[in-house]
């Protein structure tokens, strides 16, 4: 079981940054694929983009490549989110997720799951 808390959403312009966290208290997560989604109001939960257990591998969603950046640093139990010139289409629920496996783009291969933090970008 590996249990999952996502922090540094908030409220920001659009063209802003911020930094999304994921911290795990379970040493086993640095063997895991970690994953961000994202869920706006009204809409499906969609991949926003991850990275394999050791760094290795980066993936990201068309919309937010170039913008984004996924980093992780297992001595912290952390994986982070960048988010660069955000845009009020970046407005959403974001959430992490781990797998103990490969790094997918479907929601339903991830065994666990942050409460998701929210993000809020105004025009």
């Known amino acids: 079981q590996v249990h999952l808390a996502e922090s540094g959403g908030g409220l920001v312009q659009a063209g802003g940054s911020l930094r999304l966290s994921c911290t795990a208290s379970?040493?086993?997560?640095?063997?895991?694929?970690v994953a961000w989604f994202r869920q706006a109001p009204g809409k499906k939960r969609v991949y926003v983009g991850g990275v394999t257990w050791n760094g290795g591998v980066k993936d990201y969603a068309d919309s937010v490549t170039g913008r984004f950046t996924i980093s992780r640093d297992n001595a912290k139990n952390t994986v982070y989110l960048q988010m660069n010139s955000l845009k009020p289409e970046d407005t959403a629920l974001y959430y992490c997720a781990a797998v103990e496996g490969a790094l997918v783009p479907r929601e339903s291969e991830y065994s666990y799951w942050g409460q998701g933090t929210q993000v809020t970008v105004s025009s």
């Open positions: 379970e040493r086993s997560f640095g063997n895991c694929a």
